[in-house]
């Protein structure tokens, strides 16, 4: 175990464990959209950039999920600036966002609710202009639907379905403000493959993916 000081408490994790998962098993909440259970620092793609913490030392913040626990170490999540950095985090996703909570079926469960709950700013916060994809809704796949003005592009459906063997050939499209999550494209043989294991669908934390029968569409 390794012996670290968080918000002026001395807390304890597993070696080779992240920053971001020793502050949640100690009950310490750090702002978190692409971090998956059980990822280690290495597994962590850190994309959202929500996680965001000082360390004494460090030059810069680092983000929580992608930062090895070491020894000795001094983390701070709470200050003013570590919060405002997680805001600016929150005002990027949401400018790819299309904040209509009412319908969408992950209202009161989405994790940019949650977030912009914990940092008390509301969804209505976005200084930047909004990018918005065409066409609203994808209905290429054979078990969801896809909204991309819903996706924040977190990867935690491809990397569910990595991990669940699916095989399914969910991965990022495009470049740039045009990236989606795509499927099938480049692999038909990938439809084939998908078990409709639908821990995609479970795991989308923005409601992008609907399964069909619930989408209403
Ligand atoms: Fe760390 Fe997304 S949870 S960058």
């Given at each position: ?9 001395s ?6 464990s992240s920053?971001?998962?020793a ?12 971090w ?8 962590a ?13 460090f ?6 999920c ?8 001094t ?10 950095l ?5 005002k990027?996703?949401?400018?790819v ?5 009412r319908n ?34 994808d ?9 991309p003005?819903?996706?924040?592009l ?18 990022f499209?495009g470049?740039?403000f045009?990236?989606?999550v795509g499927?099938f ?7 084939a ?25």
């Amino acid at each position: 175990m390794v012996t670290l000081t968080v918000d002026d408490r001395s807390i304890q994790a597993p070696e080779g464990s992240s920053v971001l998962a020793a502050c949640l098993s100690a009950g310490i909440y750090i702002p978190h959209l692409c971090w998956l259970e059980g990822d280690t620092p290495e597994d962590a793609p850190a994309a959202c950039r929500l996680c965001l913490v000082e360390i004494d030392g460090f030059a810069q913040p680092v983000t929580a999920c992608s930062q090895l626990v070491e020894s000795g170490m001094t983390v701070r999540t709470d200050t003013p600036a570590v919060r405002e950095l997680q805001k600016t985090a929150l005002k990027l996703l949401l400018s790819v966002h299309r904040v209509d909570c009412r319908n969408c079926p992950a209202n009161k469960a989405c994790g940019l609710q949650a977030t912009a709950k914990f940092l008390g700013t509301g969804l209505n916060c976005k200084p930047f202009a909004s990018v918005l994809k065409e066409p609203e809704v994808d209905h290429r796949h054979p078990l969801f639907d896809y909204y991309p003005n819903r996706c924040v592009l977190c990867g935690i459906c491809i990397r569910r379905c990595d991990q669940t063997g699916g095989a399914s050939g969910l991965s990022f499209a495009g470049r740039g403000f045009d990236t989606v999550v795509g499927y099938f494209d480049t692999d038909p043989q990938a439809a084939a493959r998908c078990g409709a294991c639908r821990a995609c669908i479970a795991a989308c934390p923005t409601g992008a993916l609907v399964e069909r029968e619930a989408s209403g569409e």
